[in-house]
């Protein structure tokens, strides 16, 4: 069964400070990997969108690794801020469901606090 | 720019009843999709739709009914809510149904079924 596993489950750190978030997935066939911003109450945000071929991908503070040989991603967080406080989702997509569109298999997230 | 949006944000109902959860995006999107989202599962999906009046499952489809006459709307209906039905249900959208596209999520709907 094809898994999405996200690590740690839950993290506190203090603002200005860097924080990593890790996905481990056993998705095959791999197609891409996105990560998703939940905040508290609302729907997920796309953050990137990695395919095979790119090990990093940013957009603004954040930044994602992907290891396809390893079938490991990394989501960094540089100078957090209140506003990242939200869950963190890991996404692989792996195949192309039978009407067309991607299958996507969610991680069940980490969530972050951010505190003063 | 509106984008998509989802009614009720918030539902209660009673076993039994039968519950409509309504989604609208003005994207004009070829694809929406319907997940939930419980605690200690990863967003699931319901049901999804390729283009008007095309609806195909998802992983969890049972008990749940969708319909597409129009682009922009992909209502999912409970047809006899369940407690297990329980749960925060997302729609979202992509404009078309290449690897990379991206899918945009509404903001939710909670629906307690008592």
């Known amino acids: 069964k094809n898994q999405v596993e996200q690590s740690p489950q839950s993290l506190i750190i203090l603002e200005g400070k860097n924080c990593t978030l890790q996905?481990?997935?056993?998705?095959?066939?791999?197609?891409?990997l996105r990560w998703y911003k939940q905040d508290t109450g609302r729907g997920p945000v796309s953050l990137t969108i990695m395919t095979f071929s790119e090990n990093t991908k940013s957009n603004g503070r954040y930044t994602a690794t992907l290891d396809a040989d390893t079938k490991q991603s990394s989501l960094h967080i540089t100078a957090s801020q209140l506003s990242d406080s939200a869950s963190y989702i890991c996404v692989v997509t792996d195949t192309i469901l039978t009407g067309g569109g991607n299958k996507l298999t969610f991680g069940t997230g980490t969530q972050l606090k951010v505190e003063l | 720019d509106a984008g998509i949006t989802q009614s009720p944000r918030y539902k209660i109902t009673e076993t039994g009843r039968q519950v409509t959860l309504m989604c609208h995006q003005t994207?004009?999107?070829?694809?929406m999709f319907w997940y939930r989202q419980d605690l200690g599962h990863g967003l699931r999906l319901i049901y999804y739709s390729a283009a008007a009046d095309i609806t195909d499952k998802g992983e969890v489809p049972d008990g749940y009914v969708v319909s597409r006459s129009k682009t922009e709307n992909f209502p999912l209906t409970l047809e006899s809510a369940t407690r297990s039905q329980t749960s925060v249900y997302f729609c979202?959208?992509?404009?078309?149904?290449?690897?990379?596209?991206?899918?945009?999520f509404g903001p939710g709907t909670r629906l307690l079924v008592l």
């Open positions: 996905c481990n997935y056993t998705v095959s066939p791999f197609s891409n």
């Open positions: 994207w004009s999107h070829s694809y």
């Open positions: 979202a959208s992509s404009e078309s149904g290449r690897k990379i596209e991206t899918q945009y």
